[in-house]
């Protein structure tokens, strides 16, 4: 019986549902914005809305205060990337493509611009 070694190597890479910033908008604060593009007139009628919805930051349910806007993302824990593993081969032949592709684009002759 042959045994065949896979190799992997860690791959980081940006995190989608934060575009990398580690951080997201609130739930609560997209139901705000969803409903309320221009924003309300005070503080009070703000804190009234959100008390008045409730809220949950996704580690318990609120109906007091207004969270805060930004929270650091679920999907990346607020690092803004997320690790995974890729089989060597496949890096290979996506840096092999990726290599290819910057060569072919400087072999092409580009257009200049005449005015």
């Known amino acids: 019986m042959t045994i065949k070694t896979r190799y ?6 940006t995190c989608e549902a934060c575009q990398g910033a580690g951080v997201m908008l609130h739930p609560a604060w997209e139901a705000y914005w969803a409903t309320h593009p221009q ?23 609120r109906t007091d205060g ?7 993302c679920f999907e990346c824990e607020g690092n803004g990337t997320l690790a995974t593993e890729v089989e060597l081969s496949v890096a290979l032949a996506e840096l092999a493509q990726t290599a290819e592709n910057d060569l072919i684009s400087l072999m092409i002759p580009r257009k200049e611009k005449h005015e």
């Not at 992997?8 to 890479?13: N, P, Q, S, T």
């Not at 924003?39 to 349910?61: N, Q, S, V």
């Open 66 to 72: 207004i969270p805060d806007e930004k929270i650091p």
């Open 8 to 13: 992997f190597l860690k791959a980081i890479i």
């Open 39 to 61: 924003g309300l007139e005070t503080p009070d009628a703000l804190r009234d809305w959100f008390e008045k919805i409730g809220w949950d930051d996704g580690l318990y349910t």
